[in-house]
């Protein structure tokens, strides 16, 4: 098989979350740890940072990864879900893994498919440890797909976890309350490995708190705080304050949104950790590196301007907690109109995300092209339901020419509500 081949291979022969939803979601890791053992167990072969967490945990990987990388170690990176080419999912110090060693790896493990039929994800974490160890990277930063517990990335056994926040998504499978949604995602916590809570709040800290036991807890936000920030020269510009030594640091990021302030926190006490644990890190690499991210990583995406005049972004924010976020960005900027173009999946809490949307904006619902894509048609109904109209595109790109063509020089057009949306934009 070539390349294309053997794409359309794991596309059509194993089940993909992204596709069907939750019939592709295994509950436990008895495939991973199969399919780990007929390789070798690659995955304790490297050393690893595990990331979990409702939203961030993207941004905050590819920071990390950047950091590492700039500091001199050969840093893996494995990341879901991918934006263009599957081989985006994993990387070593930015470049993708070769098309040659997708095609040799599923060659390789088709005994182990036709006999215990795993998932998508299943096979692209056994793939990504197989090739991290054969490339002996120094480390790897490794980010969950769903929830923790019981996700196939968790046979690892990292140096440090990080669970960068805990919000209401994904609860027909991880839990209807932020304290079952935190329990699954604690569950990456080792014994005696570090672990650093991003954000917390008062009904999640016991829950992690109680997973950790004999594990160093670290909360990032009560470490350091941002007293300043600024936009400027397209870089986002933010003060940190160390509490402790009451030291103040600057960093310039390329992922300009707001809300990377969060992440930033969660970063930097990862950083910390990883210091006292002999990892060569110092403060010029994290400055070099935060604003070169994009550069380093290919992270796209999260607020990435792809126009001026009018301004069009695109964002990820697929969430209560993520459009929220998006909202705060809003508030922060000049623009006349908003021209917010839509699309959503199945199993998200659509009512709750909508409910948040601002009456003014002009909308343009449209869907991705996947089973699990939300027709732009019951968007608009449900959207009417609360009170916001707007127009129905087929596809993504065409909601996009709509907004172009209504919008004034001066106006923002938006695009958002799922990451297979961002994904089928086209790039001038």
């Not at 699990?372 to 609360?386: F, H, K, T, V």
Request: charged fraction near 20%; charge should be negative.
């Amino acid at each position: 098989m070539n390349y294309a081949d053997t794409l359309s291979y794991l596309f059509n022969k194993l089940p993909m979350f992204s596709k069907v939803g939750e019939s592709a979601y295994k509950k436990d890791l008895t495939n991973t740890i199969a399919l780990c053992e007929a390789l070798g167990n690659p995955h304790k072969k490297f050393k690893s940072i595990h990331i979990a967490g409702t939203n961030g945990k993207g941004s905050t990987s590819h920071m990390l990864a950047a950091i590492l990388q700039t500091a001199g170690y050969k840093t893996g990176l494995y990341t879901s879900p991918h934006l263009h080419d599957f081989r985006e999912r994993i990387k070593i110090n930015g470049e993708c893994c070769s098309e040659e060693f997708v095609i040799e790896f599923t060659q390789k493990i088709k005994p182990q498919i036709e006999s215990i039929a795993p998932s998508f994800f299943e096979i692209t974490v056994a793939m990504a440890f197989e090739y991290f160890a054969a490339q002996s990277v120094d480390i790897a930063i490794i980010e969950t797909g769903l929830g923790g517990r019981l996700d196939s990335t968790n046979i690892i056994l990292p140096e440090l976890s990080i669970i960068t926040n805990i919000g209401m998504d994904h609860m027909n499978l991880l839990g209807n309350t932020l304290t079952a949604i935190a329990g699954e995602k604690a569950g990456i916590i080792k014994p005696l490995v570090p672990v650093v809570i991003g954000e917390y709040l008062p009904e999640t800290l016991p829950i992690f708190l109680s997973a950790a036991k004999t594990s160093l807890v670290s909360l990032a936000q009560e470490k350091r705080y941002i007293s300043d920030w600024l936009f400027q020269d397209n870089l986002l510009n933010i003060t940190v304050v160390d509490k402790e030594k009451n030291e103040y640091q600057h960093f310039a990021l390329d992922l300009t949104g707001f809300y990377q302030t969060k992440n930033l926190l969660t970063v930097l006490e990862a950083c910390t950790l990883l210091q006292q644990h002999g990892w060569n890190i110092h403060y010029s690499h994290i400055q070099e590196a935060l604003k070169n991210i994009k550069k380093l990583t290919g992270l796209h995406g999260r607020w990435e301007v792809i126009q001026m005049n009018p301004m069009v972004i695109l964002d990820v924010g697929h969430n209560v907690d993520g459009i929220k976020a998006i909202l705060t960005q809003l508030d922060l900027m000049n623009f006349n109109q908003l021209h917010w173009v839509m699309g959503m999946v199945k199993d998200k809490d659509i009512t709750a995300v909508l409910s948040l949307l601002p009456n003014t904006a002009k909308f343009y619902f449209t869907k991705a092209n996947i089973p699990r894509a939300l027709d732009e048609n019951e968007l608009l109904n449900q959207a009417n339901e609360i009170g916001l109209t707007g127009s129905t595109y087929s596809n993504v790109n065409e909601a996009i020419l709509a907004a172009n063509e209504n919008a004034g020089i001066n106006d923002l057009i938006l695009v958002c509500g799922s990451v297979f949306l961002i994904a089928e934009v086209q790039r001038n």
